[in-house]
C-alpha cells in the first residue's frame, strides 16, 4: 500500500516537471525565434535601403506591438557595431555620447555597441555601449562568430536587477553568404540584437498559473559545467530530497540547462 503511494507520488512529480519543463523550453523557444525574425528585419530594412527605412520610433513601435510573441524577454533592444575611428563621427551624428554600463562615457576601446533603437520597456538601454558588460560582450563575441542565439551565465539584469539570461544574435549585412567563415561573419557584422530573460518574474508568472504549483519547488540551472551548476530560477535548497530532472533545450548549444523539481513537504 505505502510501496503504492510512493510510486504514484513519484509519478506524479515527474508528470508535473516535465509539463513544466516543456513549456518553459517552448516558450524559450517562440521568444528566441521571433527575436531572429527582428534581426532579419533590421538587415533588410536598415542596411538595404538608404536612408534606412526604419528609426528608433519605428522599431518602438513594431516591438511594442509584437511582444506577445516574446513572453519571456524583457525587451528588444539594438546595438550598432561602430569602430573607434567612426565614434567622433557617430556621436556627433546621433547627437550623444555613448555611455558605460556604470553610466559613465565610454572609455576608449576598439570597437563599440551602443544601443540605439530599443523597445520602451527596455529603454534604459538607450546610448550604452553593450560591451562595457561583461556577460553581453561575452555574448556580442560568441554571437557573431557562430551566427546563432547565444545565451549569457545567469546573470542580474539591468533595470529590473532579477536573474535572467540575455540573448544576442548578430546582425549581418544580407550579402553574408549561408556558408560564410568565421571571418567573413566577423567582418560582415553590423550590430547585434538582443534581450533580457527575465526568468525571475516572467517565469514565476508562467508556471504560477499551473496546477498543482503549490505542491512543489522548481528550480533551473545551467549545468553547462556540469560540477558548478548556477542557480538562475527558484528557491535556494536546503533539504536532501532527490529531485526529479528535467531536460531543457534554450537552443545554445554551447550551454546546458535543467529544471530539478521536489515536493515541497515529503509526501
Ligand atoms: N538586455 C536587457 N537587459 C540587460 C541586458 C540586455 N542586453 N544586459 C544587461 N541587462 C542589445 O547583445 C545585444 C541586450 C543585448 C543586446
Given at each position: 500500500q505505502r510501496r503504492q503511494s510512493m510510486d504514484r507520488a513519484e509519478e506524479r512529480l515527474v508528470s508535473m516537471c516535465e509539463e513544466r519543463a516543456r513549456m518553459l523550453q517552448e516558450q524559450f523557444g517562440v521568444t528566441v525565434n521571433h527575436v531572429h525574425a527582428i534581426a532579419i528585419l533590421i538587415a533588410t530594412f536598415n542596411y538595404e535601403k538608404s536612408p534606412p527605412a526604419i528609426d528608433a520610433d519605428t522599431f518602438a513601435k513594431y516591438t511594442a506591438r509584437t511582444s506577445f510573441e516574446r513572453p519571456l524577454l524583457n525587451g528588444v533592444a539594438y546595438a550598432q557595431r561602430v569602430f573607434h575611428h567612426e565614434r567622433e563621427m557617430f556621436e556627433s551624428q546621433q547627437g550623444w555620447i555613448m555611455n558605460t554600463m556604470q553610466r559613465e562615457p565610454a572609455p576608449p576601446r576598439d570597437e563599440y555597441a551602443p544601443v540605439i533603437f530599443s523597445q520602451d520597456t527596455v529603454s534604459y538601454l538607450a546610448r550604452i555601449d553593450m560591451m562595457s558588460g561583461e556577460e553581453d560582450q561575452e555574448n556580442i563575441l560568441r554571437a557573431r562568430t557562430t551566427g546563432k542565439a547565444v545565451l549569457t551565465n545567469p546573470f542580474r539584469l539591468l533595470g529590473s536587477n532579477h536573474l535572467g539570461v540575455v540573448l544576442t544574435f548578430a546582425v549581418y549585412r544580407p550579402d553574408l553568404p549561408a556558408d560564410a567563415s568565421v571571418e567573413q561573419r566577423v567582418e560582415a557584422t553590423i550590430g547585434y540584437l538582443g534581450g533580457g530573460f527575465d526568468v525571475e518574474s516572467l517565469v514565476e508568472n508562467l508556471l504560477s498559473k499551473l496546477a498543482g504549483n503549490q505542491d512543489i519547488v522548481v528550480n533551473v540551472y545551467d549545468v553547462t559545467n556540469a560540477s558548478e551548476p548556477m542557480a538562475l530560477y527558484g528557491p535556494s535548497i536546503l533539504d536532501e530530497q532527490v529531485p526529479h530532472v528535467s531536460m531543457l533545450d534554450?537552443?545554445?548549444?554551447?550551454r546546458r540547462h535543467e529544471m530539478r523539481c521536489r515536493y515541497r513537504q515529503k509526501p
Open positions: 534554450f537552443g545554445d548549444p554551447f
